[in-house]
Antibody
Framework: QVQVVQSGAEVKKPGASVKVSCRAS????????MHWVRQAPGQGLEWMAW????????RFSQTFHGRVTVSADTSASTAYMELSSLRPEDTAIYYC??????????????WGQGTMVTVSS | DIVMTQSPDSLAVSLGERTTINCKSS????????????LAWYQQKPGQPPKLLIH???TRESGVPDRFSGSGSGTDFSLTISSLQAEDVAVYYC?????????FGGGTKVQIK
């Protein structure tokens, strides 16, 4: 079945970077964009970025001021999100989510299980 | 950025009752080119990722019970649960995918009265 599986929880110190992976299966990885969304404890959903897994095009939320990098390895059907210069307020669950449509914008039909990132000194 | 505003923040509903959650966007999310509203609804239960319920404002995702329905156009949208079941206790989010940055509403928590 179609699914995306994320890497495990991370604990980082302020100023460090974290890289989260999202491995897709059950569909043609390069045909769909992959998005990254985060959720701070007890809070709502915040969109971060997306990558067109086919051609590598990316788009980012300005909220992260260049701290976020997204990439994709089509040979491994895996997307990556790296967040740098971590701050305690970056403590959150980070989700990857697959776009529902091959062409153009769409909703997120498949979500990863989430990766908890804790930033603490 | 398009701001998505949901109301109410939370509500308590008796089992079997009908309930409606509202979502308002600061700009229209209706495309002139295809006459589609770029609006989705998600359900999130504790400890789980969000689950897509409705997209294109009113299209139910495969496998979603038909007690869930979406309506609205332009800037005003609603998610209705026709007969609340115990398993519907969750937080519900609307999202626009009309323009970047994609944005979510603040969420509506639905509980059993």
């Amino acid at each position: 079945q179609v699914q995306v599986v994320q890497s495990g929880a991370e604990v980082k110190k302020p100023g460090a970077s974290v890289k989260v992976s999202c491995r897709a299966s059950g569909y043609t990885f390069s045909s769909y964009a992959m998005h990254w969304v985060r959720q701070a404890p007890g809070q709502g959903l915040e969109w971060m970025a997306w990558i067109n897994a086919g051609n590598g095009d990316t788009r980012f939320s300005q909220t992260f001021h260049g701290r976020v990098t997204v990439s994709a390895d089509t040979s491994a059907s895996t997307a990556y999100m790296e967040l740098s210069s971590l701050r305690p307020e970056d403590t959150a669950i980070y989700y990857c989510a697959k776009w529902a449509t091959v062409t153009g914008p769409g909703a997120f039909d498949i979500w990863g299980q989430g990766t908890m990132v804790t930033v603490s000194s | 950025d398009i701001v998505m505003t949901q109301s109410p923040d939370s509500l308590a509903v008796s089992l079997g009752e009908r309930t409606t959650i509202n979502c308002k966007s600061s700009q229209s999310v209706l495309s002139d080119s295809n006459n589609k509203n770029y609006l989705a609804w998600y359900q999130q239960k504790p400890g789980q990722p969000p689950k897509l319920l409705i997209h294109w404002a009113s299209t139910r995702e495969s496998g979603v019970p038909d007690r869930f329905s979406g309506s609205g156009s332009g800037t005003d949208f609603s998610l209705t649960i026709s007969s609340l079941q115990a398993e519907d206790v969750a937080v519900y989010y609307c999202q626009q995918y009309y323009s970047s940055p994609l944005t979510f509403g603040g969420g509506t928590k639905v509980q059993i009265k």
